[in-house]
């Protein structure tokens, strides 16, 4: 399977970025999407996931600000990011699991200034 993100950028803290990733290729079986971030130092982090049911799961951080969704048809993952704050500053990586097995595509850089 292929990730490709997109949306990520610069944003004043209280804006607005929204990010999207679409899955290519051998997409059989992929149960739950999402996102996940890392800054420098830090391990890798989960920020929201969703099945593909609807059900929905986030950091307890971005509850409220953020929203995740999803368009199976499109197999596309979106990231609603809201109220951004400068700790949001990270490298976002899309993920799958995928019969199992995690997966994550290339990151994409979200940079919130003060």
């Known amino acids: 399977v292929q990730l490709q993100a997109s949306g990520g950028g610069l944003v004043q803290a209280g804006g607005s970025l929204r990010l999207s990733c679409a899955a290519s290729?051998?997409?059989?079986?992929?149960?739950?999407m999402g996102w996940y971030r890392q800054t420098p130092g830090k391990q890798r982090e989960l920020v929201a996931t969703?099945?593909?049911?609807?059900?929905?799961n986030y950091e307890d951080s971005v509850k409220g600000r953020f929203t995740i969704s999803r368009d199976n048809a499109k197999n596309t993952v979106y990231l609603q990011m809201n109220s951004l704050k400068p700790e949001d500053t990270a490298v976002y990586y899309c993920?799958?699991?995928?019969?199992?097995?995690?997966?994550w595509g290339q990151g994409t850089l979200v940079t919130v200034s003060s």
């Open positions: 969703i099945t593909s049911g609807g059900t929905t």
């Open positions: 993920y799958v699991r995928q019969l199992g097995i995690p997966r």
């Open positions: 290729g051998s997409i059989f079986g992929i149960a739950v």
